[in-house]
């Protein structure tokens, strides 16, 4: 976390380069100096402020996901009172949201991921993360699934999620975020109707 006192104005600009030096040089080479200068700021106040690049990049992290949220958020409440599906549809496209799927964002996430597993700070933002997820998507699930099989389905949506959203930050080609939301959809749609028939078996028999 950032010490306080830095103006947010400053503290955008360096979030802003760092997201455009991972973006053109890549974690291992986006240098203190090279984040410093893109900002405009001195290499001492990254220092003072952030303790290290590892901090810059918690702290870059920590907007990513505050964006992911706000995205999620404000699809979720436009919807109101509606039913799960349309939560579990907000919820992958906040996820797919343009915040979360710039060239520069996908590349600082890919970093995130990798320096997660060596450092106890992000790591525990990962996981935050990851079970932000999993209780939004297990919670919408539950609406309609017995609680075992509810979990089981927030699983899997998740792991889709990360997966398409994984592969397409990988390929060549770049992500095509609308293919992306549609197969998570149809994992949805099929989910559902598993529900409805689980239903429907248990008023046969009630």
């Known amino acids: 976390m950032p010490k306080l006192g830095m103006q947010p104005i400053r503290r955008r600009q360096l979030i802003q380069a760092t997201l455009e030096a991972i973006d053109e040089l890549g974690l291992a080479d986006a240098t203190i100096a090279s ?7 001195s290499t001492g106040i990254i220092s003072h402020y952030f303790n290290g690049k590892d901090g810059l990049l918690e702290a870059t992290m ?9 995205a999620v958020r404000e699809r979720r409440d436009a919807l109101g009172a509606a039913g799960p599906e349309a939560h579990l549809h907000a919820i992958i496209d906040g996820n797919f949201d343009p915040s979360q799927t710039s060239r520069s964002v996908m590349k600082t996430w890919l970093a995130f991921w990798a320096s997660s597993m060596h450092h106890a700070p992000l790591q525990r933002l990962q996981r935050v993360n990851d079970r932000r997820l ?16 509810a979990r089981d389905a927030a699983r899997g949506l998740a792991a889709l999620i990360d997966g398409l ?7 060549p080609e770049g992500l095509n975020v609308e293919r992306a939301r549609q197969l998570a959809y149809e994992y949805v749609r099929e989910q559902l ?4 028939r689980y239903q429907t078996r248990a008023n046969e028999y009630a």
């Open 35 to 41: 984040i410093a200068k893109r900002a405009g700021v």
């Open 62 to 70: 920590r907007h990513v996901l505050a964006d992911l949220g706000k």
């Open 134 to 149: 999993y209780s939004n998507l297990s919670t919408q699930f539950r609406r309609v699934l017995p609680k075992r099989q």
């Open 165 to 171: 959203w994984l592969r397409g930050a990988l390929a």
């Open 193 to 196: 109707d598993n529900a409805r």
